[in-house]
C-alpha cells in the first residue's frame, strides 16, 4: 500500500507559477507511469500530464508548453511545474498512480488533492 501526498497548491495571479509535489510513502519506481488530474468545480476530472518510468511524457493540449512534469524515482517524488497559469487552470489537482498493471483503473493510487486558484 503505498500513500500519494501532494502539495504546494495556492491563489497565485494569473501568468504567475507554481510547483507541484506529489511524495509517496514507498518507493514509485515500480509505477511505470503516473499522471497528475485536476478537477474543477462542477467538471469532470482531467488527465493533465503523465510521466512513465522511462521518462516518456505527455500534455493535455490545454496546458502544452505550460506545464512540465517530472519525477524523482530516488526521492519517490513527482513534480508538476506550472507556468503561465490562467483562471482556467483553477482546480483540485491529483497525484496518481496505478495499483496494478492497468491504467488508468478503478483501483489506482490517489492523493488528497492539492487547491490551486488563479485570480486577481
Known amino acids: 500500500q503505498v500513500q500519494l501526498v501532494e502539495s504546494g497548491g495556492g491563489l497565485v495571479q494569473p501568468g504567475g507559477s507554481l510547483r507541484l509535489s506529489c511524495a509517496a510513502s514507498g518507493s514509485i519506481f515500480s509505477f511505470y507511469v503516473m499522471a497528475w488530474y485536476r478537477q474543477a468545480p462542477g467538471k469532470q476530472r482531467e488527465l493533465v500530464a503523465r510521466?512513465?518510468?522511462?521518462?516518456?511524457?505527455s500534455y493535455a493540449d490545454s496546458v502544452k508548453g505550460r506545464f512540465t512534469i517530472s519525477r524523482d524515482n530516488a526521492k519517490n517524488t513527482m513534480y508538476l511545474q506550472m507556468n503561465s497559469l490562467k483562471p482556467e487552470d483553477t482546480a483540485v489537482y491529483y497525484c496518481n498512480a496505478p495499483r496494478g498493471r492497468t491504467w488508468p483503473s478503478n483501483d489506482d493510487y490517489w492523493g488528497q488533492g492539492t487547491q490551486v486558484t488563479v485570480s486577481s
Open positions: 510521466i512513465t518510468n522511462g521518462g516518456s511524457t
